[in-house]
């Protein structure tokens, strides 16, 4: 079974900037999308970037121009790197990735919090 490490989260000032990570433990084939999502404290989970098959990348308006999605696939790693931090962003990250063989599968990391403090 895949497992996942996300790392990178932690608290920072606003206006600072993190890099997300999540490392699967192997490749996994036929990825058609992968996404982070963030959790704020009580409220639903959301999309806040994502590359889907391999080459468009979507940003939540809330993070566009402030965030990065970017994948090293020799590393079987995706990042976020989010810049100008601000309060509004402190959330749990989770990177989901979806795969299309040998049958449609989908994987979430385990979660990571991130802390703005204002």
């Known amino acids: 079974q895949v497992q996942f490490v996300e790392s990178g989260g932690g608290l920072v000032q606003a206006g600072g900037s993190l890099r997300l990570s999540c490392a699967a433990s192997e490749v996994i084939p036929s990825i058609y999308f992968m996404g982070w999502y963030r959790r704020p404290a009580g409220k639903q989970r959301d999309l806040v970037a994502a590359?889907?098959?391999?080459?468009?990348?979507t940003y939540a308006d809330s993070v566009k121009g402030r965030s990065t999605i970017s994948t090293d696939n020799a590393k079987n790693t995706m990042f976020l790197q989010m810049d100008s931090l601000k309060p509004d962003d402190t959330a749990v990250y989770f990177c989901?990735?979806?795969?299309?063989?040998?049958?449609?599968?989908?994987?979430w990391g385990q979660g990571i919090q991130v802390t703005v403090s204002s």
């Open positions: 590359i889907r098959n391999g080459d468009t990348t």
């Open positions: 989901n990735i979806r795969s299309s063989y040998p049958r449609n599968r989908e994987y």
